[in-house]
């Protein structure tokens, strides 16, 4: 055992006495940019060994989908079809809110794991294990709209918004990435928080799902009792799911795409600094 | 001589406590430097401060010349960290785990990929590769943990509590790879609880409690000054036990102690046992038992500071 530990590290004393003079003062943005990528590649090839994962954020959503259509659609919207092209883009905005929540229990996980101290004994940018995490999730949720996107078109989910159906499409899903990213502050704040990840989930149940469903992403709002009405009607997650129906489907999107972005906007001044500042804290 | 860990004046604060009261380190270039106490004594505060994962709240540390404060890029690069707090991630597999650190420290694909399975080879883990680490022995783990903290070529290299929890082959195993590191001129500050540890791996200790430093020397130097060993004798008669501790205490400067009719003192050479003996021989103390071992953490503590160790006191309460 010594003897091989030895030639391990053999070009240790070398190599070093290289390097001491030419130590990095700090990290260059390309560096931090490629240690987001490396850390975004740990996050996705977790996928590979856990296939719980997979089933959570590409089958949990496909069943989704065929429940409220299939299940639901007749009795909400007359007909599975007709009940397909309401709801399709607020299952997506669903899908992606509660797909936030894998940043804050992964970020919790790795806080609590002692992975996150790893990390930060490495010489690498500060803001590299928070940035490779939101982009590893970004790529989950892309997949997880292209995966709703294809699976509701072959049960005839149609693009609507003529002349330029990919143009809604595309504009629609940036949307929902552009609003998921403003949401990833909080998840990030709540992450540094919660004491586990098991807290985190907690959050998610108290929080994020009946955020989502005291919404108009699953029906129309004018069945609920008036307060809930008004409360739906200021709910970011109902502007989100008018801004994509506006996109895909039909009705006006100027007015709810840009109060979703202002929405965003807003989520992001507020909960950024809070979050960094915890984040900041708390590693 | 030059020094690759220097701090002055440690201070760390946690709400009410001080974990760490005014630390001052020395670590030698090239040597294994032990930071010996008990749970809860400031170790691995200290270790994190060092690490940069910690800012202290007074003093200042130095590593290869760099402060951790105002300089903790340079120290990240020069640094690496084993502890158990600084793991790995359990569902990626071993080889990925090191790959990951190699392509976050800047190495290309394939310098990363052959650094990793050298590192696996030489931790004999090859065979574990491709499996997630999840599914690794507890003493497979600690050798890839240790192997993360090298994959990076650190100059100094953080071993916080290397050994514990691990069942004594692990442990053998561990040291063995530690004594294999230090031929290769890294430094090494190592924490541990285990007195054996420290001595048998360290070529300086500093004893440290309740955030100081208690003692500093070799471990020689630390022996002889607390008594490596403790000899314990336990007379026919308990009528013959305050005989027993006036012989002792003539060889020794520490208070002997007596646990019902068992008398302990920590003695620093082998010699002290047949001239006990005989001394009772001579006085006609007939004994029962009579035993010289290593000494615990637990009364090397006590020699120097008059207590026990946190974690006794509260069992014996």
């Known amino acids: 055992m010594t003897t091989i530990s030895t030639t391990v ?24 940019l490629r240690q987001t990528f490396s850390l975004s590649w740990r996050t996705l090839v977790q996928i590979k060994h856990n296939p719980a994962e997979l089933i959570d954020f590409s089958i949990q959503p496909v069943m989704f989908l065929l429940l409220f259509t299939y299940v639901f659609g007749g009795a909400i919207g007359g007909s599975p079809h007709a009940y397909l092209m309401f709801a399709l883009p607020g299952i997506i905005v669903q899908n992606s809110l509660f797909t936030t929540l894998n940043t804050a229990t992964g970020l919790s996980t790795d806080l609590e794991k002692g992975f996150f101290d790893r990390l930060r004994s490495l010489p690498i940018a500060r803001f590299a294990p928070l940035s490779g995490r939101i982009l590893a999730d970004l790529a989950k949720q892309v997949w997880a709209i292209l995966l709703l996107l294809g699976i509701g078109f072959i049960l005839g989910f149609r693009i609507g918004t003529i002349p330029n159906p990919p143009l809604g499409v595309i504009a629609a899903s940036g949307l929902v990435l552009v609003a ?81 972005l202002l929405y965003a906007a807003a989520f992001t001044i507020v909960f950024a600094p809070l979050a960094v500042r915890a984040f900041r804290r708390r590693v | ?161 290397p050994t514990t929890g691990l069942d004594p082959r692990s442990r053998n195993e561990m040291w063995d790879v530690v004594r294999g590191l230090t031929a ?10 285990y007195l054996e540890e420290a001595d048998l791996l360290a070529s300086e200790i500093a004893v440290i409690d309740h955030g100081t430093v208690i003692a500093t020397g070799t471990p020689t130097e630390l022996k002889a000054r607390t008594g490596a060993l403790t000899l314990a004798v336990r007379p026919a008669s308990p009528a013959d036990v305050p005989a027993v501790l006036a012989v002792v205490a003539g060889f020794t400067r520490t208070e002997p102690e007596v646990r019902n009719t068992t008398v302990t003192v920590p003695v620093s050479g082998e010699d002290v046992m047949p001239a006990v003996v005989r001394r009772l021989d001579d006085i006609g103390v007939t004994v029962a038992e009579l035993t010289l071992r290593g000494s615990s953490l637990d009364e090397v503590f006590l020699s120097l500071t008059g207590h026990r160790t946190e974690e006794l006191e509260g069992s014996a309460a």
């Open chain 1, 9 to 32: 590290m053999d070009s240790t004393v070398s190599d070093n006495t290289e390097d001491l003079g030419t130590l990095a003062p700090r990290v260059g943005p390309v560096e931090g």
């Open chain 1, 180 to 260: 998921t990213l403003a949401l990833s502050w909080v998840m990030v704040l709540v992450s540094m928080l919660a004491a586990s990840p098991e807290k985190v989930q907690i959050f998610g149940f108290v929080v994020v799902f009946p955020l989502t469903f005291t919404s108009d992403a699953f029906v129309r709002t004018a069945s609920m009792p008036g307060w809930l009405q008004a409360w739906s009607k200021a709910n970011p997650v109902s502007l989100l799911s008018d801004a994509m129906r506006g996109l895909m489907v039909a009705g006006p999107a100027a007015k709810p795409v840009a109060e979703s």
């Open chain 2, 1 to 161: 001589m030059t020094y690759s860990i220097v701090t002055e004046g440690l201070v760390k604060r946690f709400d009410q406590t001080r974990a760490l009261d005014g630390i001052d380190l020395l670590v030698r270039t090239g040597s294994v430097f032990g930071l010996l106490g008990p749970n809860g004594a400031g170790k691995t505060t200290a270790v994190r401060i060092l690490a940069t994962l910690v800012r202290p709240d007074g003093g200042h540390a130095t590593v290869c010349g760099h402060d951790v404060v105002s300089h903790a890029h340079q120290v990240r690069q020069l640094t690496g960290l084993t502890g158990q707090y600084a793991s790995v991630d359990e569902t990626l597999t071993g080889l990925e785990n090191l790959m990951l650190i190699g392509r976050l420290t800047g190495q290309s694909r394939p310098a990363a990929r052959s650094r990793a399975r050298d590192l696996l080879a030489s931790f004999r883990l090859t065979d574990a590769a491709d499996r997630a680490v999840k599914t690794y022995s507890g003493g497979m783990r600690r050798r890839l943990d240790l192997a993360a903290s090298l994959v990076s070529r650190p100059r100094v290299l953080y071993l916080d509590e």
């Open chain 2, 184 to 193: 290769t001129g890294v430094t090494v500050l190592l924490t541990t609880q």
